[in-house]
């Protein structure tokens, strides 16, 4: 996962945790526009909707961790 420290790694783990209100281990389309609201990303339903689908790699509907890390982590 990207050559991350085990601290790094643990907060990751705890964005996401606070994140997935449902505590499913996965984020919803809701969830994750909730996440960027409060980024204060201030993209479009639009926009969030495009990046979510690209976040979701595996295409399953929802955001699971690793495709979480890879997203925050990505270049």
């Given at each position: 996962?990207?050559?991350?420290?085990?601290e790094?790694?643990?907060?990751?783990?705890?964005?996401?945790?606070?994140?997935?209100?449902?505590?499913?281990?996965?984020?919803?389309?809701?969830?994750?526009?909730?996440?960027?609201?409060?980024?204060e990303?201030?993209?479009?339903?639009?926009?969030?909707?495009?990046?979510?689908?690209?976040?979701?790699?595996?295409?399953?509907?929802?955001?699971?961790?690793?495709?979480?890390?890879?997203?925050?982590?990505?270049?």
């Amino acid at each position: 996962m990207n050559a991350l420290t085990e601290e790094q790694l643990g907060e990751l783990r705890e964005d996401f945790a606070y994140n997935d209100q449902d505590a499913n281990g996965r984020l919803s389309f809701d969830e994750f526009r909730t996440l960027l609201e409060d980024l204060e990303a201030g993209i479009s339903e639009e926009e969030a909707r495009i990046g979510f689908e690209e976040i979701d790699t595996d295409r399953d509907g929802a955001i699971e961790f690793d495709e979480f890390v890879a997203w925050w982590t990505a270049d």
